[in-house]
């Protein structure tokens, strides 16, 4: 069964400093990655995601996240915090980019900026 | 473009109430969701559609019916509310081909007392 833990509900970050919010999964086939941002009153939105190919995948606002197939994990960075990317983050894991019923969410991580 | 639209986006219920969250989507998507989201607890899904005429249950459909009549709408109806479903809504359309993108709604916040 799939499953995914993001280690972290809230992380607070100063302006500038970098973003590191951590997600790992366990699938018992290769899985499909996706990374969501909640902004306050708002749905979800896609920022980022991995299906097959380069492990390494650059999403919107800058963030870019690496699947680690040898550690599970495809953890969510960017290398200088804006106080705009204050918001809660979702990892999300798939078996079939096909087939929504199949998509996991994590609890969310909350990220704060720092002036 | 407006994309998932939900309605309404607050209500309070008294327990053992019914009411309907409409959604309803322009992106001629097949596939439709909904979910409600619990402080801590992530997204959980109730029910799911993958067209017109077809639903299915997700992980928590206890307390809840769906119908999708068109490709557009898909209304989720609270039957006898329950403070346990106390939650922020949403709907959400897309899922299906090579991209996998879930759109999602802004949400509806239900309260019951």
């Known amino acids: 069964a799939q499953s995914v833990t993001q280690l972290g509900s809230h992380v607070s970050v100063s302006e500038g400093a970098l973003v590191l919010l951590r997600c790992n999964y366990s699938s018992s086939v290769p899985p499909y990655l996706f990374w969501y941002v909640q902004y306050p009153n708002q749905g979800l939105q896609l920022l980022l995601k991995?299906?097959?190919?380069?492990?390494l995948v650059k999403g919107i606002n800058g963030f870019e996240a690496e699947f680690k197939k040898s550690e599970t994990s495809f953890h969510l960075t960017k290398p200088s915090a804006h106080m705009s990317d204050a918001a809660e983050y979702f990892c999300?894991?798939?078996?079939?980019?096909?087939?929504?019923?199949?998509?996991?969410f994590g609890s969310g991580t909350r990220l704060s900026i720092r002036p | 473009n407006a994309g998932v639209t939900q309605t309404p986006k607050f209500r309070i219920l008294k327990i053992g109430q019914s009411m309907t969250l409409q959604c309803t989507q322009d992106m001629n998507h097949n596939y439709m969701y909904w979910y409600r989201q619990d402080p801590g607890m992530g997204l959980k899904l109730i029910y799911y559609s993958v067209g017109a005429g077809i639903t299915d249950k997700g992980e928590v459909p206890n307390g809840y019916n769906v119908s999708r009549s068109t490709t557009e709408d898909f209304p989720l109806r609270l039957e006898l509310a329950a403070p346990s479903q106390t939650s922020v809504y949403f709907c959400?359309?897309?899922?299906?081909?090579?991209?996998?993108?879930?759109?999602f709604g802004e949400g509806s916040r239900l309260t019951v007392l």
């Open positions: 999300a894991v798939s078996e079939s980019w096909s087939s929504a019923s199949k998509i996991i």
């Open positions: 991995y299906t097959t190919g380069a492990t």
């Open positions: 959400a359309s897309g899922g299906e081909g090579d991209t996998g993108e879930l759109f």
